[in-house]
């Protein structure tokens, strides 16, 4: 199994700030990594897929990069609606797997 | 628009059965493979389970594989979760996902509480 860890656990920052969120998986998965946000009360939504690609109607201050074991999620300039929780996943191997999460909080 | 709306959760004692559904609208149901995945109260994301879109392909979560079994109804747009033998483990949120054109989790439903007790 393909684990994903994700750091750091919690980013304090405000709005404007920008922010930095990594996803480390425990073999290469090549670009076959995706980005979620959950929101409180609220299903998770993809952001970004295939490492680097915003998913529909997604800012462009939310932008991924990365390939084979290390990856970035990088918020430019939080907007008060960013502060969520955010989780990557794998989808080169099976199990599919996602990281513990990176919550964003003000 | 598309819309995923689970239901079916509930209290339940270990040892016991429940199926989960999710009724879909809003794309063509039949083109789309379909996830569960769930969520532990205050904890991450798991991966449950996978279907194709025509019913044929199935993949399942090792923690649930041979308890719980996916299934599709393709002309009544709905998505099945029968979850047998369940543990108290199993208490979580459970979202459907419909698997988007890049083979990610996208959109997902809001999710129905299962809640395993005694």
């Known amino acids: 199994e393909i684990v994903l860890t994700q750091s750091p656990a919690t980013l304090s920052l405000s709005p404007g700030e920008r922010a930095t969120l990594s996803c480390r998986a425990s073999?290469?998965?090549?670009?076959?990594l995706a980005w979620y946000q959950q929101k409180p009360g609220q299903a998770p939504s993809l952001l970004i897929y295939?490492?680097?690609n915003r998913a529909t109607d997604i800012p462009a201050r939310f932008s991924g990069s990365g390939s084979g074991t290390d990856f970035t999620l990088t918020i430019s300039s939080l907007e008060p609606e960013d502060f969520a929780v955010y989780y990557c996943?794998?989808?080169?191997?099976?199990?599919?797997?996602f990281g513990g999460g990176t919550k964003v909080e003000i | 628009q598309v819309q995923l709306v689970e239901s079916g959760g509930g209290v339940v004692q270990p040892g016991r059965s429940l199926r989960l559904s999710c009724t879909a609208s809003?794309?063509?149901?039949?083109?789309?493979?379909l996830y569960w995945v769930r969520q532990a109260p205050g904890k991450g994301l798991e991966w449950v389970a996978i279907?194709?879109?025509?019913?044929?392909?199935?993949y399942y979560a090792d923690s649930v594989k041979g308890r719980f079994t996916i299934s599709r109804d393709n002309s009544r747009n709905t998505l099945y979760l029968q979850m047998n033998s369940l543990r108290l483990e199993d208490t979580a949120l459970y979202y459907c996902?419909?698997?988007?054109?890049?083979?990610?989790?996208?959109?997902w439903g809001q999710g129905t509480l299962v809640t395993v007790s005694s």
């Open positions: 295939d490492a680097s």
């Open positions: 279907i194709s879109y025509d019913g044929s392909d199935k």
């Open positions: 996943q794998q989808r080169s191997n099976w199990p599919l797997t």
């Open positions: 073999q290469s998965v090549r670009t076959y």
């Open positions: 809003g794309f063509t149901f039949s083109s789309y493979g």
């Open positions: 996902a419909r698997e988007s054109s890049a083979h990610w989790f996208d959109p």
